[in-house]
Structures are given as structure tokens and as C-alpha cells.
């Protein structure tokens, strides 16, 4: 500050600068994102790289390890079970993403009607999803068990099964049948509700409009629901193609990647031949086969979805 | 000589000493903490548990060494190890099950010397502890106790149809024939599970086979002892057993003898003390009989339990000490085994014939002698390449092929196509 030809520094109150600087974006926005960023490299970004560095390495749990390159990659390809680890993924994935769909969207469609009790509804549907995955899968591997399956005893006093019924859990395409069951089961009010939101966006006024030029309920579906829903559903089936993709609980207490490792899932496996086996450098292989296929799966849904945003 | 100022004096010792202290790595003895920790599995005898928990009290009443003992899940284990070694921190003490000591070998510290002392107070480890914990030359691990494979049986089904007690594996199929006819089935199971490989294994040995040679190199799989080995397991599947066998998990032998459904199952005694504790109609009614041989000997699958001690431990003396306290008081020991109620048995020669094997007629076949214990994959060490082929579940699954369809020689050239890729990986 100058008064006259003298020169007077003022020192603000340290409460007055900070504040001042507070009021920067440039300093704002980094401080507040700072924390986000700590955790993210802490949890998300250390962890992956350490994935990274045991996939290219011959490590053994506690044993100095050294550099392979692919050769862990390469391997996998040898083995029956990995073999047949991949397509298990992708037939699991798959079917189960698809009945998901269809199902949510039938079911959101369904609770997007005025029903009595709406909210309790719409309530009791999340219940597979707060209840913890490995608890309720549980209670599925009581329903499918051999010795005391209720499905079975339900479908043969209905009957629809011969007795004894299926063997759920001890015949490999029973046994995929029953993980794809417990993953729609589970993953069901993540797609419904999602795509309720989605439907409750959309204004009745096109609705109406369509009504008026003569649209039938299926018509009205066809082109009014389903492509204003799309970049929801675009969304919906990224995060369940993941997620369905890294299941682990369901394979791990319904069937261990049984029978003869037909259900085997990349994280059963990996935990088979990382954890229990201590080859960390081949588990780690085994979880990050298809990471650059996810890597692709979501880069084209979000162009899908950016295209249809803007 | 030039006088030394006390300053200078107290300054001098007090920088070499922290310098010789941080040197080593290691707090002068005044000043070393006497707290242990200890990461055990939740036993299946949770007595045992209980019992453990108030020997430790009395052991930091008598040391003065505060001991914190752990419990977690069995399926826990190998993540929570892991974890511990690739941190280097963690517990002092860790139980080790089966062939832990050979997964964790750069980890521990050498215990030969506790191996010792208590090898000369309760006479040599069984076979299976020697195989557990005795690596590459050195004791790896201290073995603790091992729980015993034993042929359980319905003994009013066996009595009612007036079939003989088996005792040998092909004695086994001409009376599960008969139990099956009574639907009450053999129950072993031929999934991916352990149990399943605690059953091949010892009827594979009987038979005279092994999967990989002594050497821990050569796959022997292909050989007319496994073409026994899968021809038995599928007249057995076929006429002493039901489906169901292919989906069983590690308890489900016990829960289907339990449950008054099986005749005959394979199993450690635990199907006996579950019953007998919750007091269900069928505990009156089991038994066990010696284990079943076959041509090859007499040979069982246990489950050895040891202790070791993580090198980068900074309290390996304590933790000796409580290793001692434990395993050589004798008062002690007996104390500790009596509480789980012959689930869990000592691994210690002189101690075979234990009192606790006549707490109760019903296990009087667990001390019978001339049964051999081994670990998985015997007589192959333990090594990374056998815990994979293990854990691999590839046994099984070849017999699991074999019983719903696949050729035998087919199934039996997958899994030592399988055995030698993993040989050579």
C-alpha cells in the first residue's frame, strides 16, 4: 500500500487471507478434490499397479520375485481350468446380464404403474440387494442343496420334476443355471430401480402425444420408452457387465467353480491359484486377463452413451 | 588423560547406544516389549478355543509375557497370511494348517530347536507333522496336533443287515451295495472340495498309485493303480452312492450322516461330536472302525496342525516361550487336547495312546495301529507345483468326469495332461 511517496505493508488477519484464498478456484477446486485424489491412489491406484507388477512377475507369496513379461498370460492359456474359466465368464456375463435386462426393465415398467402399496413394493424389491451377497447366496445353496432342496421338493410336489429333481449344484449346466439365477436374483433391483428412475424422467406429455396419434402400448414402448431410456440402460449394463464379470461370492459359496470347474469365475480362480496355491503373480494374471476388454466395453458404452446425451 | 565433562560423557553414550540399538534392529532387553500376538483358525473344536484362551492367562500369570490370541476362519487364512507377509507385519505366532510351512518357507524362523526338545520329551512327530513342517531339512513350523480321517459308520444299519465291518476299500463296496439297497448310500464326496481329495488320496495309496513320484517331479497319475483307483469310484458312485456327491461341500458327508440319510461316510470324528453334542437320534447310533486298506498298506489323509513363527517377528523368544508352555508341559498339553474331545489328537509318537481316546468307546479305532498319515499329494513333498495341483482340485475331477460318462483312460490322460503342464509352468 503507498500513502504519499511511503510505502506501508499491511498484514492481514491469517483468518481474512485464508479466507481470500479460499476464495480462489484455483486453490478451492484442487483442495477439495486433493482428499478424493489421496484416497483413489491409496486404494485404487497403488492396489492396480501392484496387480500390474505381480501379472508380469513370477511372485510367490513372501519369495523375491523377478520379471516375466506376458509369460503368466501365455500360461494361463495351457490350462483346462483357465480355459474354461474364460468361456464360464462370458456365458455367466452374458445370460445373466440379458435376463437382468429384460427383467429389470419388465419390472420397472411394472412398478412405474399405480399399484396399491407402491412404496412397500418398491421397497420390499431392494431387499436381495441390502441383504450382504454372501449371506443370502447362503440361504440359495440351502434352497439348491442336494440333500434338502427345496426347489426340488417345490417342483416335485408341483409336479413339474421328477423325482429326485436336478442335481443343482453336482451337474455342470444345472450348476451354471444356478449361479445365473442367484446373479439375476441379486442384480435385479439394481437394473429395476435404475430404470424405474429413468421412466419416472420421462415426460407423459410424449405419451400422450403417441396415445393421440394412435400408439398402442407396444408401439408406445417401442418408440417412446426405449430409446429415452437408453442412455440409462446404456449406463446399467456397463456397471452389471463389471460387476457380473468380477463376481466373486455367489461361485464361491454356491459351488466353489464346481463341478469339474464349470463355474469357475476369473476371481474364484484367481483366489484358487493367488491366495491358496500362493502363486500371487498367476492370480494376479488370472484377474486381469480381460482388463483390456472391460477397458473397451466401457469406452464404447460411454461413447454410446455421450452420443445419446448430446 | 582428558577429562570428560558430564555433558560430554552423557552425550557420548547416550549417541552411541541409540546408534548400536538402531543398528541392530533390535530394543535392549530392559526395554523389549514381552507382548505377543498370535493368529489362530477358529478350531472346530471351539472348546479348544476356550481351553487355549485360559492357558495363555495363566502362561502370562507364570512369564510375565502378555500373549494376544487371534482367532479367524479357516477360509480366511491364506488372504490374511499373505497380507502379512508381503507387509512384513503382523502377528508373531501363526497356525498353520496342512502344508502352510512349505507355502511360507522364506518366512519362518528355523524352530528345530523347539522341534527337539519336544520330539525327546513326547517321542518323534507322526509321519504327516514331519511332512507338514520338516522343509527342505529344517523345522519350519512346530506340529501341534492333527485331526484324524476315520471310517464312520450307521452300526444298527450294519447290524440289521448283518454286514461285516470293511476293512478294505473293496470289503467298502460290497456293503455300500446293501446300504444303498436300505437307502442309506456311502457318502464320499466327488466334488471340488477337500474332503474329496482326503478320500482319493488314501484309496489312490492303497491301491499302490501316487500322482507325482518322491521326487516332486514326475507325474505318476497314469498307472494301473489310478485305472483301480477310478474303476472303484465308479461302481461305487454307480451302486453305493447317489448324485448328489458331485455338489457335496466339506460338510456335507457329516450334515447326510447326521441327518440319519448316509450309511457310511469318511470323515474326521467331528460327525460323531456334533451329533453326540446337539444330541441328534443318529449319535447313539454311529461308530467308527479302523481305516480301510487296500494292496498298497494302510494309509490315511490327516489334517496336521503346527505353529510357526514369522521371521520378521521382533519377539521370537516369547514367542518360543509360549510354544513351550503350550505343547511341552505335558499337564498342559493333555489339557488342551482333552478339551476337544478327540477331534484334535497329539502328533507325538509317545502320546498316541492318549487318554482322551477312552473318554469314549466310540474312539477306540482312532488309535489303531499301523495306519500311515500323509498329506495331500504324498508321497511327492509339499512343494508349490503339488499345493497347485492340489488346489486344483484335478483328482477329483478326474474321478468326477470319469463317474458321469468320460472313458477312464480319458479322464486319467486329462489330469496328467493337466498335472504335467502344471509341472512344467
Redesign the interface.
Known amino acids: 500500500m503507498a500513502v504519499g511517496n511511503i510505502a506501508v505493508t499491511v498484514r492481514l488477519p491469517l483468518r481474512v487471507r485464508v479466507r481470500e484464498l479460499l476464495d480462489r478456484e484455483q486453490v478451492l477446486g484442487p483442495l477439495f478434490v486433493t482428499p478424493a485424489l489421496f484416497l483413489l491412489v491409496l486404494l485404487v491406484a497403488y492396489p492396480f499397479c501392484m496387480a500390474l507388477y505381480f501379472a508380469v512377475s513370477n511372485a510367490?507369496?513372501?519369495?523375491p520375485s523377478h520379471f516375466v513379461g506376458l509369460r503368466n498370460f501365455v500360461?494361463l492359456w495351457?490350462?483346462?481350468?483357465f480355459r474354461q474359466t474364460f468361456q464360464n465368464a462370458f456365458v455367466f456375463t452374458g445370460s445373466a446380464v440379458a435376463l437382468k435386462l429384460v427383467l429389470g426393465i419388465s419390472l420397472a415398467v411394472l412398478l412405474n404403474q399405480q399399484l396399491w402399496f407402491k412404496r412397500a413394493i418398491r421397497g420390499a424389491v431392494l431387499l436381495p440387494w441390502v441383504i450382504p451377497t454372501a449371506l443370502s447366496t447362503l440361504g440359495w445353496w440351502w434352497m439348491f442343496n442336494?440333500?434338502y432342496s427345496v426347489v426340488n421338493w417345490t417342483g416335485i410336489h408341483l409336479g413339474v420334476m421328477d423325482p429326485?429333481g436336478p442335481?443343482?449344484?453336482?451337474?455342470k449346466y444345472y450348476?451354471m443355471t444356478a449361479v445365473v439365477v442367484v446373479n439375476v436374483w441379486r442384480g435385479l433391483p439394481f437394473f429395476a430401480i435404475t430404470i424405474l428412475a429413468g421412466l419416472v424422467s420421462i415426460p407423459r406429455e410424449l405419451y400422450e402425444a403417441a396415445e393421440a396419434d394412435g400408439a398402442g402400448p407396444v408401439a408406445r414402448f417401442w418408440h417412446v420408452t426405449l430409446p429415452l431410456l437408453s442412455p440409462v440402460l446404456a449406463i446399467v449394463v456397463l456397471f452389471s457387465t463389471i460387476f457380473t464379470f468380477s463376481d466373486f461370492n455367489i461361485v464361491y459359496v454356491l459351488?466353489?467353480?464346481?463341478?469339474?470347474?464349470s463355474t469357475h469365475l476369473f476371481a474364484t480362480l484367481a483366489r484358487?491359484?493367488g491366495?491358496?496355491?500362493?502363486?500371487?503373480g498367476?492370480g494376479a494374471a488370472i484377474s486381469l486377463y480381460l482388463f483390456p476388454v472391460l477397458v473397451f466395453v466401457v469406452w464404447v458404452h460411454l461413447r454410446f452413451v455421450r452420443r445419446q446425451a448430446y | 588423560m582428558e577429562s570428560i565433562g558430564r555433558r560430554r560423557f552423557l552425550g557420548t553414550t547416550a549417541g552411541g547406544g541409540l546408534a548400536g540399538i538402531l543398528a541392530a534392529r533390535v530394543p535392549p532387553a530392559r526395554g523389549q516389549q514381552r507382548e505377543i500376538s498370535y493368529l489362530c483358525w477358529n478350531n472346530f473344536a471351539p472348546a479348544m478355543d476356550k481351553k487355549q484362551n485360559d492357558i495363555a492367562q495363566r502362561f502370562t500369570r507364570d512369564t510375565g509375557i502378555k500373549l494376544r490370541i487371534d482367532y479367524i476362519a479357516h477360509p480366511q487364512q491364506p488372504a490374511k497370511y499373505a497380507a502379512e507377509v508381503q507387509t512384513q507385519a503382523g502377528h508373531d505366532l501363526v497356525e498353520m494348517r496342512m502344508h502352510f510351512p512349505w507355502l511360507y518357507e522364506p518366512q519362518l524362523t528355523d524352530v528345530s530347536d523347539l522341534v527337539a526338545e519336544l520330539e525327546k520329551k513326547h517321542g518323534k512327530t507322526l509321519s504327516s507333522g514331519y511332512e507338514a513342517a520338516h522343509v527342505n531339512g529344517v523345522w519350519r513350523a512346530v506340529p501341534m496336533y492333527h485331526g484324524l480321517f476315520v471310517p464312520t459308520y450307521r452300526e444298527d444299519l450294519f447290524k440289521q443287515a448283518g454286514l461285516k465291518v470293511p476293512d478294505t476299500w473293496e470289503e467298502l463296496y460290497t456293503v455300500g451295495k446293501e446300504l444303498k439297497k436300505m437307502g442309506h448310500p456311502v457318502g464320499i464326496p466327488i466334488s471340488q472340495n477337500y474332503d474329496s481329495i482326503s478320500t482319493a488320496g488314501p484309496v489312490l495309496w492303497s491301491f499302490g498309485g501316487t500322482e507325482v513320484d518322491r521326487d516332486g517331479r514326475t507325474v505318476r497319475i497314469n498307472s494301473p493303480a489310478t485305472e483301480q483307483l477310478v474303476e472303484w469310484y465308479k461302481k461305487m458312485y454307480r451302486d453305493c452312492m447317489e448324485p448328489e456327491v458331485l455338489s457335496w461341500s466339506d460338510a456335507s458327508n457329516n450334515e447326510s450322516l447326521q441327518q440319519g440319510k448316509a450309511g457310511w461316510i469318511h470323515n474326521p470324528v467331528s460327525a460323531y461330536i456334533v451329533a453326540k453334542q446337539r444330541k441328534l437320534p443318529t449319535a447313539d447310533l454311529i461308530n467308527h472302525h479302523r481305516s480301510l486298506g487296500g494292496p498298497g498298506g494302510r494309509h490315511e489323509t490327516d489334517v496336521p496342525r503346527s505353529i510357526g513363527i514369522w521371521k520378521f517377528s521382533k519377539h521370537v523368544e516369547p514367542a518360543k516361550e509360549w510354544v513351550r508352555y503350550l505343547l511341552g508341559k505335558r499337564e498342559v498339553y493333555d489339557e488342551w487336547v482333552m478339551s476337544a474331545d478327540a477331534f484334535n489328537l497329539p502328533i507325538y509318537e509317545r502320546l498316541q495312546d492318549h487318554p482322551v481316546l477312552r473318554t469314549d468307546p466310540k474312539y477306540a479305532a482312532l488309535g489303531a495301529p499301523g495306519v500311515q498319515y500323509h498329506l495331500y499329494g504324498w508321497p511327492a513333498p509339499p512343494t508349490d507345483k503339488i499345493q497347485l495341483i492340489t488346489n486344483s482340485f484335478i483328482v477329483p475331477n478326474m474321478l468326477a468326469k470319469a463317474v458321469t460318462g468320460t472313458p477312464n483312460k480319458e479322464a486319467i490322460a486329462w489330469a496328467e495332461t493337466e498335472m504335467k503342464k502344471i509341472m512344467a509352468g
Do not use: K, M
Open positions: 510367490f507369496i513372501g519369495r500360461n495351457q490350462s483346462d481350468a442336494s440333500l429326485p442335481n443343482w449344484l453336482g451337474q450348476a459351488t466353489h467353480g464346481g463341478p469339474i470347474n484358487q491359484v491366495l491358496e496355491s500362493g502363486q500371487i498367476q
